[in-house]
């Protein structure tokens, strides 16, 4: 089977709902003690405290002036909290985050090379017999850790025995990119404003205090991010890095791209004022906005 061949497979098992991908090269941070939860709850954007075991949510720690540092999935069990992120990103979060515990009872744990993690995105989940935490770190979906060696190695076999099929990373990073969303070192960077990053929603404003929630609420009541991510499609195939027009003038570039049979849906990162209008390549192909789901 040609490269291009396996691809088209793999990101039709993921669209069919009959596909799962090992993200076991991912960083994994084990958070433990009696403070861990409100600790992090005052760390991280999200609503950590509300999180039950099962559940989990992507959230940001920030720098003071409410700056991405990193980006992760917070995964809730019975017995403690794990942080998944992305190995492309710069700064490993459980360094960033180790300076903080001071005198609080908490302890961090590096378990990346001890827990494997394998992500069941979207519809495939509900053929999945075994306990994970929901939403996945690749959006709507599954995740299941387990402890790196036979018992990872027993998760992906019954997820075998489920007839779901193990897909690559580049089919499982066209998924996300069809489902609209954004990846640090893609489509952001380190240092981006949420608001630049399209990740608004991993903010609970409702909550108390967390790392940089002066910045942002400022910047939410005063103004608006100089750049903006959208979410994209067109008829005629697009690549990363290349020039976004309005009217005429370059106003952005593709950050990502992934396609389809008949379209190729991407994102593009724009100044703010074309944060709205209508954008085209640079041959004047139209670059329409991808419908909302819901």
Known sequence: MSDHAAFAHDLAALLQGRGFVDLSDWRKVRLDGADAIGWLHDLLTADIAGLSPGASCRSLLLT???RIRADVQVLRRDHDVVLVQSPDQPEHVGLLLSPYILSSDVVLEDASASLDLLAIPGAGASVVGLPGTMPSVLGPGVDLLAAAGKSAWRAGDALVKADLVE?????ADAWRILNGIPRMGADF??????????????????????LGQESIARIR?????????????????????????LDGAV???????????????????????AATPRLTDSQGRPLQDVPAVG
Request: glycine share 10%; proline share 10%; aromatic share 6%.
């Open 64 to 66: 003071p002036t409410g």
């Open 167 to 171: 897909v690559s990373h580049e089919a």
């Open 189 to 210: 960077m380190q240092g981006s404003l949420p608001a630049e990053a399209g990740l608004d929603a991993t903010i609970d404003s409702t909550k108390g205090c967390f």
């Open 221 to 245: 009541n005063l103004g608006h991010p100089p750049h903006v991510l959208r979410h994209v499609q067109s008829d005629v195939p697009f690549v990363a890095g290349a020039p976004v027009l």
């Open 251 to 273: 106003v952005g570039e593709v950050t990502s791209s992934a396609p389809l049979p008949d379209a190729c849906v991407g994102f593009v990162r724009v100044v703010w004022a």
